[in-house]
């Protein structure tokens, strides 16, 4: 029982100390290790080391020797260089002393031509006054007189090459002018429809009439208050004619006869309340024509404020024809005009649209339809270049631009074209008579007839007093007279004729 934990603990001893005597064996053959492996790390670093010092001498070398060959380039180019300044230098040094000879030379010819110029100068002033004192005529009445006498020696071939000239240049405009509005006639062609101031409304029967005029005549006495026409009733069978000189209030009246015409009921109130409806229609409808007008041209940027007025225009007329007809045709011939002429096609449509646009305001606003125009553009910010086209048509405005020149061609096509326009006998008469007038106020015209319509004038001339130099002036003062004091669409051509008549009897 003693002797077993005497053992126990023996072994205890033994194995702690076989433990300890272990770990210094290990300790040691680890230290032996780590050494070996440490060395072996210091051999490799430092052959990495002379690598590495190695190859940074080889770059550092090859850099150097880049360095310098860098530097003997620059050199080099640097020589030649200043070896090409030198040469500049030295020819700019030839240079300047050649131009300081060629300049001292040009001073010393300069000096001698002011010299000589002045000698010349001298010998003319006093060539000029002997000349006066020889022949007892000053500098200027010489001029005249020289003057003088070569317009009378060739006053007769000067008049035939200003004539010349003149038609040659006159025919080749006349010419371009007449092939370019041919064109736009050619290609458009638009029925000429003159308004009239009447309209017919049919009648279902002959007893319709009695109920629109009423007892005592009341209902259509306010009909006729209301829309501002004249009714007539006379024996043409179920027919009803309305009469005034305003399209827009015939039709008007139109619309609103044929309402109550529909009700069957007419009396004041309801004939007031149908003359209502047919204004609030009658606004549509002509905001829709406006619309379909300006469709029809192709101009979509017009304000909406003017479209309205622009569709009123169907309701005017101007000597017989339809105002926006007359607009439309206008703008279509403009438009083919200054596509020929390489102008701006847009503004000269617009412009032509839009030219009278003042006429479906006139009664409302003062001024001319070209004035009313004018500030209706202008108030709803309408392109100035477009105002400027529009204004001259009726040269009220001077001609600012080459589309307001093609406007107002295209105003004379649509007006002057057969048919277009209704005019009296009194006025078409009234007219050639002060044309023939006008042109009878000038000393030396013989006679004079208009022709052609009033298109041309021919005039007669004594030819004791105008000769043919005087003839081409004559017939510029004629034609600036006629267009000053005549009114007449399109252009007036005057023709002066001058007839010398030699007779002699031989007996």
């Known amino acids: 029982m003693e002797f077993t934990p005497l053992l126990t603990g023996g072994l205890v001893v033994l194995a702690l100390a076989g433990g300890f005597v272990l770990r210094i064996w290990v300790a040691k053959r680890s230290k032996h290790s780590l050494e070996q492996t440490i060395k072996a790390e210091l051999e490799s670093a430092r052959s990495e080391a002379k690598e590495v010092v190695l190859e940074a001498k080889n ?38 002393r050649a131009i300081e000879v060629e300049e001292k030379h040009i001073k010393e010819e300069l000096a001698r031509v002011v010299t000589l110029e002045a000698d010349v100068k001298g010998a003319h002033e006093k060539i000029i006054k002997e000349m006066e004192r020889v022949g007892q005529l000053t500098r ?132 007031e309340e149908k003359v209502e409806e047919a204004h609030r229609e009658l606004d549509e409808r002509v905001r829709k024509i406006g619309e379909e007008a300006a469709f029809e041209v192709g101009v979509l940027d017009i304000p909406k404020e003017i479209i309205p007025v622009l569709g009123r225009l169907n309701f005017r007329t101007s000597y017989g024809q339809n105002v926006l007809q007359h607009s439309i045709e206008m703008a279509h011939i403009a438009s083919m005009i200054a596509t020929d002429l390489g102008l701006n096609v847009m503004v000269t449509k617009k412009a032509a649209l839009l030219h009278d646009i003042g006429k479906a305001m006139s009664h409302e606003i003062e001024g001319t339809h070209v004035e009313i125009g004018r500030k209706l553009l202008k108030k709803y910010n309408v392109d100035e270049a477009v105002i400027r086209a529009m204004e001259s048509h009726h040269e009220e405005f001077p001609f600012s631009s080459p589309e307001s020149y093609v406007v107002t061609a295209a105003d004379a096509i649509s007006a002057g074209r ?3 326009r209704r005019d009296t006998l009194e006025k078409y ?79």
């Open 59 to 96: 770059k550092a070398a090859s850099i150097v020797d880049e360095a310098q060959k860098e530097e003997r380039d620059r050199k080099q180019e640097l020589r030649r260089v200043e070896e090409r300044l030198v040469k500049k230098e030295d020819s700019l040094d030839v240079d300047r």
């Open 140 to 271: 200027e009445e010489a001029r005249t007189a020289i003057t003088k006498e070569f317009e009378d020696a060739h006053r007769d071939e000067l008049a035939k090459m200003i004539g010349r000239l003149e038609r040659e240049k006159y025919d080749e405009i006349q010419k371009k002018s007449v092939d370019i509005m041919t064109t736009a006639i050619q290609r458009y062609s638009r029925e000429c429809v003159n308004d009239v101031t009447t309209s017919v409304v049919p009648l279902p029967n002959e007893e319709i009439k009695g109920k629109i005029i009423g007892r005592e005549g009341r209902n259509i006495r306010a009909f006729e208050r209301l829309t501002g026409v004249e009714v007539i009733v006379d024996d043409s069978p179920e027919n009803l004619i309305i009469s005034s000189f305003d399209p827009f209030r015939r039709e008007l009246a139109k619309i609103a006869l044929e309402k109550l015409l529909k009700d069957g009921r007419i009396q004041p109130a309801k004939i």
């Open 418 to 420: 057969p048919g277009a």
């Open 429 to 507: 008469i009234k007219r050639l008579e002060d044309i023939e007038k006008v042109v009878k106020t000038f000393d030396g015209v013989k006679q004079a007839y208009a022709i052609s319509a009033g298109r041309e004038v021919r005039v007669f001339v004594v030819p004791e007093k105008i000769d043919d130099f005087g003839a081409f002036q004559i017939a510029k003062q004629i034609a600036s007279k006629i267009k000053s004091d005549v009114q007449f669409p399109g252009e007036i051509k005057v023709t002066v004729l001058r007839e010398v008549r030699a007779v002699e009897y031989a007996r």
